[in-house]
Structures are given as C-alpha cells and as structure tokens.
C-alpha cells in the first residue's frame, strides 16, 4: 500500500497493472474496487467495498472481504457473464464466488467513512453503462476506474459509450482534483486527464 494523500492508499498490482484504492477514516475504511487479489483481505478489513465497473478485474475478489457492503451503481450487474471476458485472459476457470452489490445508488450518494466524507458520482456512461467515481474532497483525490488509464490506452469495449466519455471526464475535472487514480496504472493530475485519448473516437 503506497500513501498517496492523508489516510489515502493506492495499492498496485503486476497483474494487468489493476490499481485499488483504500481509504480510511477513523476506525472505518473503504476499499475502491476488490480486484483480483485474495490475499489483499489478510491486510485490511474494509467495512465498504465500491465496485467502480463490473468489469471482472474489478470485482472477482469480493468475497474475500465479507462481510462488508458492496456499493455499486444501479446498473452495476455481477453475474457469471463478467467471466466470458476473464476467459479470454485466464485459462483456468474462477473457483470464486461472484458477490453482488449489496447498496445501489443513482446519481450522487455520500459515505461517512469514520468522520470523512467520500462521494460517489455517477456521470454518465463511457467506460461503461455504470462508471462509478470515487471523490475524497478533503484532500482532492478522485478514484476514476477505468475512466482513466495510465501506461496504457484507455480501453472501449462493446459496452462503452466514447460519444460520451469526454463529458464525463469534464465532470470529474470540474471537482478539481489534485490526483486521479485510474483504474490501471499510477495516479495522474488534471492535465493528463484533459490531454488523453478517447477510445473509439
Ligand atoms: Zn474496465
């Protein structure tokens, strides 16, 4: 875990550079996203996970720290489906059990995690039909998920929407934050967001 702002961790993986986030506040945490790394749950006992997109990277290691809520979008559907994509990188099939969001939300909700304020916004589909952007206002970080990329292209599957991706990115740029954490690779500032590429577009 790297301390990347007060109280504020990101934890990178070799394993197609995935990127978590933990944030914590006084005697409470919250995971961003579970990812692909059991073992991560010997470590920290997050009392909330928030899936940022049901892609299976994002989402296979649930399980591992129950019991907690799972905070997604309303969209956000965990099913066996997720695991077609999975196959196409990993022979071996998933021993896990898939773990559905247990608290959904629309728009905007805001978490009390031990004293602090966190905030997820739904903007708008672009990665995907649920995108879920995690914003920590007191030191102005924002978590983007697979939004943003860094080392890599920004990825479009066929559930992306890229005619609208840039206005989402408009919206996490318009809370002003001081670091984006992307789903894959290192955090980034404003201007890299501003100067990426659009997938697909
Ligand atoms: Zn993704």
Not at 151 to 162: M, Y
Request: proline share 5%.
């Amino acid at each position: 875990m790297i301390e990347i702002a007060d109280g504020v961790f990101i934890k990178r993986h070799t394993e197609l550079d995935l990127t978590l986030g933990y944030i914590t506040g006084s005697g409470d945490s919250l995971l961003v996203d579970s990812g692909m790394d059991y073992a991560l749950a010997q470590e920290i006992r997050p009392s909330r996970i928030v899936l940022t997109h049901n892609h299976f990277d994002h989402v296979l290691a649930t399980e591992a720290f129950l019991p907690c809520e799972v905070w997604a979008h309303e969209d956000c559907v965990v099913d066996e489906e997720l695991l077609e994509s999975r196959a196409v990188y990993y022979s071996e099939p998933f021993e896990g059990k898939l773990i559905e969001p247990t608290h959904t939300f629309r728009d905007t909700v805001t978490l009390d995690v031990g004293g602090r304020r966190v905030d997820l916004h739904h903007f708008g589909p672009a990665h995907s039909s649920h995108d879920v952007i995690v914003h920590v206002p007191d030191v102005d970080v924002v978590f983007a998920g697979d939004l943003v990329e860094e080392g890599a292209e920004a990825k479009a599957g066929t559930d992306a929407t890229p005619s609208n991706w840039r206005a989402v990115l408009d919206r996490i740029l318009d809370l002003n934050p001081r670091i984006i954490v992307p789903g894959h690779g290192k955090p980034v500032d404003a201007q890299f967001v501003r100067e990426m590429a659009i997938p697909g577009i």
